[in-house]
């Protein structure tokens, strides 16, 4: 299975540039936005039989049994100068405000998805790679949040601002990246995709391509599902 350890340094870099965009809407104080501090922390269950290597491992320390989290937080708490706890608390905030920082970051996971037509060499339309849905950003960022009346459990997805467009409509004056390919002679959807890539209308997340606000401003749409799994539509006229 991947490192948890290695999947935690890309959530926490993932984070760090959401906290550096506008993309979510940070807590001030005094005209002064405060950055969370983001620690990175491995659970597993308290009945699990963990052995930890005799080798030094760089943040092996940070994978913990779920009991002894409180722990972990109450010693870092502890180990903190009296300057930094100072410090620490000109970042104190109301549990409503982290909620509200809590449900705009969690609003823009997508679920990643698999083009298994790409994976196992099918042409045909949807044989681009599978890519993570690229959210709507600074809309679900500017979506007004609301505190949870009921608990998590009984909490529904929201549903969609507007109907979704028929896939038949998005398809005018634009094409597949499979055909997209073949009318600038480009041999292959990943020489395709990597042309893109260099123009800046993709970029790589992981194992996985997201329209970049330059392809979605040109008329790029990703369609989600299809026979073929998710792919991409582009404009006749893009630009490469």
Same mark, same amino acid.
């Given at each position: 299975?991947?490192?948890?350890?290695?999947?935690?340094?890309?959530?926490?870099a993932?984070?760090?540039a959401?906290?550096?965009s506008? &993309?979510?809407q940070?807590?001030?104080?005094l005209g002064?936005?405060i950055?969370?501090s &983001?620690?990175?922390?491995? +659970?597993? !269950?308290?009945?699990?039989?963990? @052995?930890?290597?005799?080798?030094k491992?760089d943040?092996?320390d940070?994978v913990i049994k779920?009991?002894?989290?409180r722990?972990? &937080?109450?010693?870092?708490?502890?180990?903190?100068?009296?300057?930094?706890? +100072?410090?620490s608390?000109?970042k104190?905030? !109301?549990?409503? @405000? +982290?909620e509200?920082?809590?449900?705009?970051?969690?609003? /823009?996971?997508?679920p990643?998805t698999?083009?298994w037509?790409a994976?196992?060499?099918?042409?045909?339309e949807g044989t681009s790679?599978?890519?993570?849905?690229?959210?709507s950003v600074n809309a679900?960022?500017? =979506? #007004?949040?609301e505190?949870a009346s009921? #608990?998590?459990?009984?909490l529904?997805p #929201?549903l969609?601002?507007?109907?979704p @467009?028929?896939?038949?409509d /998005?398809?005018r004056g =634009?094409?597949?990246t499979?055909?997209l390919a073949a009318k600038?002679?480009?041999?292959?959807?990943a020489?395709?995709l990597?042309? /893109?890539?260099?123009?800046?209308?993709?970029v =790589?997340q992981?194992?996985?391509?997201v329209?970049?606000?330059?392809?979605?401003? !040109?008329?790029?749409?990703?369609?989600g599902k299809? =026979?073929?799994?998710?792919y991409?539509?582009? #404009?006749?006229?893009?630009?490469?």
């Amino acid at each position: 299975m991947p490192s948890p350890l290695e999947q935690n340094r890309k959530h926490v870099a993932v984070l760090h540039a959401v906290q550096s965009s506008s &993309i979510v809407q940070l807590p001030t104080r005094l005209g002064l936005t405060i950055r969370p501090s &983001i620690q990175s922390v491995v +659970l597993v !269950s308290k009945g699990a039989r963990t @052995t930890r290597p005799k080798t030094k491992i760089d943040g092996i320390d940070q994978v913990i049994k779920a009991d002894q989290l409180r722990d972990l &937080i109450e010693r870092r708490i502890g180990e903190e100068s009296a300057a930094s706890a +100072l410090l620490s608390m000109g970042k104190i905030i !109301s549990p409503e @405000t +982290l909620e509200d920082l809590a449900r705009q970051i969690a609003r /823009l996971h997508r679920p990643i998805t698999f083009d298994w037509a790409a994976k196992l060499g099918i042409e045909g339309e949807g044989t681009s790679q599978a890519e993570a849905a690229e959210p709507s950003v600074n809309a679900a960022a500017q =979506r #007004p949040v609301e505190r949870a009346s009921k #608990p998590a459990a009984d909490l529904k997805p #929201p549903l969609p601002d507007t109907a979704p @467009t028929p896939e038949g409509d /998005l398809h005018r004056g =634009r094409l597949s990246t499979s055909k997209l390919a073949a009318k600038l002679g480009i041999k292959g959807n990943a020489a395709m995709l990597d042309r /893109l890539t260099s123009a800046g209308y993709l970029v =790589r997340q992981g194992d996985q391509h997201v329209l970049t606000d330059l392809a979605m401003a !040109s008329g790029a749409v990703r369609i989600g599902k299809s =026979r073929y799994g998710p792919y991409f539509l582009w #404009p006749e006229s893009i630009k490469l």
